[in-house]
């Protein structure tokens, strides 16, 4: 048999991600991974707004879509964040711990962690040019306390030995796949809201508590003109 002459079946992509990749890059876009990263200070509200797009507002550690380009989300999370002081310097929020759970050795306030499990008793709200995307995400999805958690015992033998951080396995720990197809536009308004079943009290002592959301997926450099629907079919055209 002529080899040369056999048909080749395509290699199948072995997740979306890479799927979608090479889908933009044989389409003619300029494609990559990436990450936005986006903080909301939490206070005693019961709605925390994240911007989502580039501004001169934004946290030394955020990362936020650039008015040319797009962004479809593949995998988020959620995560709690906090600096020990109430005026936070950029030093201390570039060493910001991301956390999965409130865990009441950091979150040491009377009240505060118990307060704090409302962020993963809430939803999420996502808008690109003022249209809904999503409206009933709930946020437990994001909830993780693992087996090893900050100043718990390592066991149960009367020493004073303690895990010194929280559990974190890979790096896509406190992560969900985002199912739904859709696509940040660089030109438009784009936020995302975290709506609490009710207002309640999310400080600390002398120290500054964040919410922090994290979308992994692809950047499309120069893609903003491409999508004007908050979808990603434009880029199948």
């Known amino acids: 048999?002529?080899?040369?002459?056999?048909?080749?079946?395509?290699?199948?992509?072995?997740?979306?991600?890479?799927?979608?990749?090479?889908?933009?890059?044989?389409?003619?876009?300029?494609?990559?991974?990436?990450?936005?990263?986006?903080?909301?200070?939490?206070?005693?509200?019961?709605?925390?707004t994240f911007q989502v797009n580039e501004n001169q507002n934004k946290l030394v550690t955020e990362v936020r879509l650039r008015q040319g380009d797009a962004f479809i989300p593949t995998s988020m999370g959620l995560y709690l964040g906090k600096v020990a002081s109430a005026t936070p310097t950029d030093a201390q929020i570039a060493a910001v711990e991301k956390m999965t759970f409130p865990n009441a050795i950091t979150f040491s306030k009377s009240g505060e962690a118990a307060n704090l499990q409302a962020i993963y008793n809430s939803r999420i709200q996502i808008q690109v040019n003022s249209v809904n995307i999503t409206e009933t995400l709930n946020t437990q999805r994001f909830y993780r306390v693992g087996q090893a958690q900050k100043g718990v015992l390592t066991a149960a033998s009367g020493t004073n030995n303690a895990f010194l951080a929280s559990e974190w396995t890979n790096e896509n720990y406190g992560m969900c796949p985002v199912s739904q197809a859709f696509a940040f536009n660089g030109i438009q308004n784009n936020i995302v809201n975290l709506l609490l079943p009710a207002a309640v009290d999310c400080t600390g002592t002398s120290s500054t508590n964040y919410a922090i959301l994290v979308f992994k997926g692809l950047q499309v450099i120069n893609g903003a003109n491409s999508v004007t629907d908050a979808s990603i079919s434009a880029f199948n055209r």
Do not use: D
């Open 1 to 48: 048999m002529n080899i040369s002459k056999q048909r080749r079946t395509p290699v199948k992509p072995f997740n979306r991600n890479t799927a979608m990749l090479q889908s933009l890059l044989a389409k003619g876009h300029r494609a990559a991974e990436g990450e936005l990263v986006l903080f909301a200070t939490l206070s005693t509200s019961g709605t925390y």
